[in-house]
């Protein structure tokens, strides 16, 4: 591969900086967390003002060595929030797997609901939302929305509505994953749905 050495290169970038956060010493965290965001604003940079798309996935922390299924957050994240969404509107659209694997692991603590508003939108606008079984870790997405963004989800209707037709699709294309989740998710709503019901009649 004619860029190999590069993409190498700011791989290793992510895991080195990874391994810095775990230092014991606070300070020296905050010092790598604002050298990897100051590192990643040039790098966004660049790739905007030259147009260029690759590399964008790296861009949205997509490496070869996958993120343990455990990981919900990751401190440059953490500490600036809105670089990383703003990254998700400029490079999603060409790295739509990157996104939903930014979302279903360290980017879920943070990022998930901005997040998915953004993708499935996205997703319906370019037509890709009716093969959405073809994403890796789409199961997991789904799983990290009702197990840690359950509240979110049902005290927005809108956010609700779009995650119930996400599972409906991925349950239609196989995924048993999504039928469970859809399952709970219907009693909830159904619960909550006959509640406002007996309060309006009393």
């Not at 030259?50 to 070869?64: K, P, R, T, Y």
């Not at 979302?103 to 609901?113: P, T, V």
């Not at 996205?122 to 789904?142: A, S």
Request: charged share 20%.
């Amino acid at each position: 591969m004619k860029y190999a050495y590069l993409w190498q290169a700011l791989e290793y970038i992510i895991i080195y900086a990874d391994n810095s956060f775990q230092d014991e010493d606070s300070s020296k965290v905050d010092h790598a967390v604002t050298q990897f965001i100051s590192a990643w604003t040039v790098f966004r940079n660049h790739l905007i003002r030259n147009n260029i798309s690759l590399f964008s996935n790296l861009l949205l922390l997509d490496i070869e060595v996958k993120w343990k299924k455990t990981s919900v957050n990751w401190k440059p994240i953490e500490k600036d929030a809105s670089f990383f969404t703003l990254c998700i509107k400029i490079f999603g659209p060409v790295q739509v797997q990157s996104v939903i694997t930014l979302l279903s692991h360290i980017g879920d603590e943070i990022l998930f609901q901005d997040g998915f508003k953004w993708l499935i939108a996205h997703l319906k606008k370019t037509g890709n939302f009716k093969n959405l079984i073809q994403y890796r870790d789409i199961d997991q997405l789904m799983s990290r929305g009702y197990y840690n963004h359950l509240d979110e989800i049902m005290e927005d209707i809108s956010f609700l509505s779009d995650y119930l037709d996400m599972l409906d699709v991925l349950v239609k294309q196989g995924s048993s994953d999504a039928y469970w989740i859809r399952e709970f998710m219907i009693s909830f709503t159904s619960v909550d749905l006959q509640l406002v019901n007996s309060l309006k009649l009393s």
